[in-house]
C-alpha cells in the first residue's frame, strides 16, 4: 500500500522540479523596453508636451509591466513553495504513520516472542510433573508387588491398594490430557509466532524501501531548496532593477515637469499678450455695438413691460371676475339662508304667538354654578325708517354674548334684530326672547328654558305701551286721574303674564312698563317732578308678587344711580325693568342700544339693560 503512494509522489516532485524556471537579472532587464518613437513629426510646443506626456507614460507604463512581472514571479514562488511544504507534510505524515505502524509490529513480535517464553517454560514443568508421576507410579507397582509377595497381607490391604492404584492411574491420565491440551496450544502459539516473525520481516523489508524512498525525498527537497534559494536571488536582482528605474523614472520626470514648466510659462506670457490684445479689439467691439445692443434692449424692454401689463390686467380682469362670482354665490347663500329663516316668521298680519325661531347655531347648557347674563334691549314702538337700524343695535352688542337677549318694541323691529342676531328664539306678545339655552317650552308671554343639567327657570315678558299719563304730566294735566282711568286694565294683563309661570320656579320678567317706578319717586329725590310719594301701580304689584327690581337693588339710590331707559328733552325716567324671582341679582348696568340711544326726530332716546344672577 505504501510502495503505491510512493511512486505518485515522486513523480509529482519530478513534475515540480522540471516546470521551475530560472529567471534571471538580465532577462529581466531585456523584458523591460520603452517604445521606440516611429517616424520623425515636425517639433512644436504641441508636439514636445506630448512627447514628454508620453515618454511619461510610457515609463510608467513599464514601471506598471515590471511591477506586474515581479508580483506574477511572486505568486509563482509562493505557489512553489506552497507545494513543497504540501509536498513535505504529506511525506513527514506517511512516515509518521509507517514508524507507528512498525513501532506496532515490533510491539507485537515482543508479545509473542514473551508468549513462547512462557509456553516453553509451562512445557518444562509439565514434563517434570509427568516424570514425577511416572516415578511414583513405579514406586507404587514395586509396592504393590512386595505386597503380593507378603504372606501375612490382609485382603483389605490388598483392596487399598488397589483402589490407590486406580486414582493414581486416573491422575495419570488427566495429566496427560492436560499435557497433550498445552502440547497443542504450544504448538498453535508457535505457528503464529513464526506468521507473525514472517510478517514482521515483510514489514521491515518495506520499511526499508520506504527508508530509500524518503531519502529521495529529501534529496529532492534539498534540489528545491536550492531553487528557491536561486529564486530569492532573482527577486532581490529583480527589485535592484525595479529601484533603478524608478530613480531613473524620477529623473527623466524632473527634467520634464522643468521642461513643462518652462514651456508653460512661455504659453502663459503668450495668451496674456493676446488676452489683451482681444481685450482691445473687444472695447472698440463694444463701442461700436453699444448703440444697436442699447436699442435693441430697449425695444425688448417695451415688449417684455407691454406683455407684463396685459397680463396684469388679465390676471386683475381673472381675479375680479373670479370675486364676483364668489360674492354672488356667498350672496346667493346667504339670501336662501335669509329666505329659509325669513319662511319661519310668516307677515305680521299672519303671526301668531308664540312662535319658535331657530337656527342651525347649537344650543349650550350651563353648570348649575355658572351666573346668568341676560340683557334687554327697548327697541322703538314705530317702524324703523332706516333698514339699517337692526344691524347698528346687533354690532352695538356684537361683543356681549349674554346667553339670554330681550326685545321689547315694534314687532317688526323685533324680527329684524332676531334675523340678524341668528340665534334661536321665542317670539312672544310684545317682543322676543334670544337664547341659546335650549328651549323647554314656550307660551304667549314668555318660554321656560333649561339652565343646566338639574336647573330650569322661566324667561317672560311684558310690553306694556300707554302714553297718555306720560302725555298728561308733560302737559300738565291730571295726570294721577290719567293713570287710575288705565291701571286696572294694564294690571290685569301684568298678572295675566306672571301668572303663567309658577311661584317656586326661578323667574326673569323683562319689562317695558311705559311708567316710572315707585322706588324712584319720593320727597327725597333730588328732581323736582320726583318729588312725590307716589307709589306708580305696575312696579308696586311686581314687588307685592316677589319680585325684586333689579337695577335698584344692585345700586345705592335712586339720587345716586338713576338708570333712565327713556331721554325726552328733560323728561328722564325708568320705564325698561328686569325683574327677578327666586333669583339673586348680583349686578346691572345701562346699555347702549345702536341707533336707538341717539334722539330720534322726536326727540325720543332709549336705553337697555345689562344685569346677571345667581340661580339658585
Known sequence: MNKRWLLPILLALLLLAAGCQSYTASQG??????SASEGSLPVTKYSTIEAERQAILDAELARQQLEEEQKKAQQEEQERELAARQAMEAEQKR???????????????????????????????????????????DATLQALSAIEGEQGSTSGQLAAALQQLEELTQAKADLQARLDAALEALAATKEEATSTGEQLIIALQELDDLTQAYENLTYHANELEGLLTEQQIIKGELEDLLAQTEADFLAKESA????????VESLESTIQSLGEEMGILKVQLEEKTSTLEEKIRLEQERDAEAKRLAQLKQQELAQKEALERQLEEEERLRQAALEQLYRQIP??????????????KPTAL????????????????????????????????SDLSHPVIFLTGHMQNVIDVVREVGMHAVLVEGGAIITSLPIISSSAHGASVQFSEKKTLRLALAYLPEYKVLSTFASGGD???????????????????????????????????????????????PIAYRQVDYLWPLSTLLEDEQFYDVYRATHFSSATDAGNTLLKKDFKERIDYMFSRKMLPLASSMLTIGGESVADADGIARYGLVTSFLVP
Open 29 to 34: 532587464k531585456d523584458a523591460i523596453q520603452l
Open 95 to 137: 512516515l509518521l504513520e509507517e514508524q507507528q505502524l512498525q513501532q506496532s509490529r515490533q510491539q507485537a513480535w515482543d508479545e509473542a516472542q514473551a508468549t513462547i517464553a512462557s509456553l516453553g517454560e509451562k512445557t518444562t514443568l509439565l514434563e517434570r510433573s509427568n516424570k514425577d508421576l511416572k516415578t511414583r507410579l
Open 256 to 263: 520634464l515637469q522643468s521642461q513643462h514648466a518652462t514651456l
Open 347 to 360: 307677515p305680521l298680519d299672519k303671526l301668531t304667538f308664540p312662535r319658535i325661531y331657530t337656527t342651525d
Open 366 to 397: 350651563l353648570t348649575d354654578q355658572s351666573q346668568l347674563h341676560a340683557m334687554l334691549l327697548p327697541l322703538d314702538d314705530k317702524p324703523w325708517s332706516d333698514k339699517g337700524m337692526a344691524v347698528q343695535v346687533k354690532n352695538s352688542i
Open 479 to 525: 295726570w294721577q286721574a290719567v293713570q287710575k282711568s288705565v291701571t286696572q286694565a294694564r294690571q290685569e294683563s301684568l298678572k295675566a303674564i306672571i301668572a303663567e309661570g309658577s311661584v317656586t320656579e326661578p323667574t326673569l320678567l323683562a319689562a317695558s312698563l311705559f311708567e316710572p317706578s315707585h322706588q324712584d319717586w319720593n320727597t327725597f329725590s
